[in-house]
């Protein structure tokens, strides 16, 4: 029997990257058996075992940057500089992970409050065993790797499947991982189309997807997972909103809104989409990112828009809030595919595609505003919720507005800051998805609480959880409770 197999592209030039196998389901199913033996002998390894292969695992990628990054910019045409980049802080995050699973998820007694006087009560966070992380293609290795680290980190083996777009690189990130971990498949990729993620996400013996990519693939996935009760973590791009406020450095603003905005050609599930500016500095920024725009070009700065299919969607938002709106940089022939030149669009209605829809290119749309508690209204009337940033030199006034802004992540006075903060969770609300990776809560995302009590002597005349239990015991604990709980706050 011949496997199928198919072929990474590099999208600038059309040039094969790589062939990989099309896993069958039943390949699937294989690769899922070995996960499930690795991950009963790696949950077994004491916690500094693996916190040391987790490290090693860091060290060789690191080693490697170079080899990974030009995949990365074959894979998806991105500038090797930004492949780096995205390497440099996946190899971050796994170092926090690494660092951090102990203290985060190692067993803890906690208090156990006056009823429970006689108990020792203890709790830790336990290892799910097999988890699936489906990857996208735009970041092929910090996305992924925001849910492979803190898996491994947390016990779990780890079975990926990432984006038919990328491959290789998914292939290589575990192939690295068996240096330091050769003795058993904690680590796996396997390749293929929608087919083969869906097969893994179905399999029952795998205890939690970690899903990234688009809101309607979640909503399938889930579907799938509802099936044997797998719980998933869904990471599904956003809208994000970019406000300047009148005390904002424009010449900062302007420059991180293009970069939020532009690089990695706007396939940035964090990046800047929808722009508002408050009115009394309006004209200032709009000049500021006017003369900066001229200087940013596709093909240099940027690479080329790497899903095929997305430059449809790219085009309808650009012709649609061009005809509605005004438009200050580029316009319909800005989309010469694969590449996306940058396109700048005034006062287009809130309720158009390109306001609403994810674009995904690197186009932005500009709003002015009232003042900046207008522009939070504006920007938190979209059904994505996932990051978003905030420009005020008044760090109160921003901090205000950026725990009001309903996402999972805001920056002030950068853009995307956050991602870069192992310690940082990241994820989303409404369509942008649930649950997540990264920092503390990332870890316990992959681990599912283990309470313990243990009653360390028997209180006399207080056995409550006893058929022998009689009124005087019952008005002991009533006066006791009163005495506890039961004074009113005025
Ligand atoms: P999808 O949501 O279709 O794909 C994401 C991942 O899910 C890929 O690995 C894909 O595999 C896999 N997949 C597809 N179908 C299934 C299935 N039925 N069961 C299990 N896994 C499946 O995204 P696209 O890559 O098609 O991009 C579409 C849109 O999603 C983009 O336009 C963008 O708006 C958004 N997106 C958001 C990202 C983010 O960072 N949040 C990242 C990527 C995309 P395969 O590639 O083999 O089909």
Same mark, same amino acid.
């Given at each position: 029997m011949t496997t199928l197999t198919f072929d990474s592209l590099n999208p600038a030039?059309?040039?094969?990257?790589?062939?990989?196998? +099309?896993?069958?389901?039943?390949?699937?199913?294989?690769?899922?058996?070995?996960?499930?033996?690795?991950?009963?002998?790696? =949950?077994?390894?004491?916690?500094?075992? $693996?916190? $040391? *292969?987790?490290?090693?695992?860091? #060290?060789?990628?690191?080693?490697?940057? *170079?080899?990974? =990054?030009?995949?990365?910019?074959?894979?998806?045409? +991105?500038?090797?500089?930004?492949?780096?980049?995205?390497?440099?802080?996946?190899?971050?995050?796994i170092d926090w992970a690494a660092r951090n699973a102990q203290k985060v998820l190692g067993r803890r007694r906690v208090a156990t409050g006056m009823i429970g006087l006689n108990l020792t009560a203890t709790l830790e966070y336990l290892p799910l065993g097999v988890v699936a992380v489906i990857g996208p293609w735009n970041y092929p290795v910090f996305t992924p790797m925001g849910s492979i680290a803190y898996a491994l980190a947390a016990g779990n083996a780890v079975v990926f499947k990432p984006s038919e777009l990328t491959p290789g690189i998914g292939v290589r990130l575990a192939e690295l991982f068996e240096e330091s971990v050769p003795e058993h498949k904690v680590f796996q990729t396997v390749t293929g189309l929608g087919e083969t993620g869906a097969a893994l996400a179905a399999d029952p013996r795998v205890k939690k997807v970690a899903f990234t990519g688009s809101t309607a693939t979640a909503k399938r996935v889930m579907a799938a997972c509802s099936e044997n009760l797998t719980p998933i973590v869904a990471e599904c791009g956003g809208k994000d909103a970019f406000i300047v406020d009148a005390d #904002?450095?424009?010449? =900062?603003?302007?420059?991180? !809104?293009?970069?939020?905005?532009?690089?990695?050609?706007?396939?940035? !599930?964090?990046?800047?989409?929808?722009?508002?500016?408050?009115?009394?500095?309006?004209?200032?920024?709009? $000049?500021?990112?006017?003369?900066?725009?001229? +200087?940013? +070009?596709?093909?240099?700065?940027?690479?080329?828009i790497t899903m095929p299919g997305q430059v449809d969607i790219i085009k309808r938002h650009i012709d649609d809030a061009v005809k509605a709106g005004r438009t200050v940089t580029g316009g319909a022939a800005s989309v010469r595919a694969p590449y996306v030149d940058p396109v700048i669009v005034e006062d287009v209605p809130e309720d158009s595609p390109a306001v609403r829809e994810e674009t995904f290119g690197p186009t932005i749309t500009v709003r002015r505003t009232r003042d900046a508690r207008e522009a939070l209204e504006l920007a938190n009337a979209s059904a994505y919720g996932l990051g978003g940033t905030i420009f005020s030199r008044n760090a109160r006034r921003a901090t205000e507005l950026a725990r009001l802004m309903r996402s999972g992540m805001t920056a002030i006075n950068s853009v995307i800051s956050f991602a870069g903060v192992p310690a940082l969770p990241f994820g989303g609300v409404g369509d942008s998805g649930f649950g997540r990776i990264h920092g503390a809560d990332g870890l316990r995302e992959f681990a599912r609480p283990k309470a313990i009590s243990r009653q360390r002597f028997a209180i006399p005349g207080m056995n409550l959880t006893s058929f022998t239990r009689g009124p005087a015991e019952l008005e002991r604990l009533l006066r006791l409770v009163t005495f506890l709980h039961g004074r009113r706050k005025r």
């Open positions: 030039t059309g040039e094969v990257v790589g062939s990989h196998p +099309k896993h069958t389901p039943a390949a699937v199913h294989e690769a899922v058996g070995r996960a499930e033996e690795a991950a009963a002998w790696w =949950a077994a390894l004491p916690a500094a075992e $693996r916190r $040391r *292969r987790l490290l090693d695992y860091k #060290a060789v990628l690191t080693q490697h940057i *170079r080899e990974l =990054a030009a995949l990365v910019h074959q894979e998806t045409g +991105k500038p090797v500089g930004d492949a780096t980049l995205e390497i440099v802080l996946a190899v971050t995050h #904002a450095d424009l010449p =900062a603003a302007a420059d991180a !809104c293009l970069w939020g905005a532009l690089s990695n050609a706007g396939q940035t !599930c964090v990046g800047v989409e929808r722009v508002y500016v408050v009115d009394a500095v309006y004209e200032s920024f709009m $000049r500021e990112l006017s003369d900066r725009v001229t +200087k940013v +070009k596709a093909g240099e700065d940027y690479g080329p």
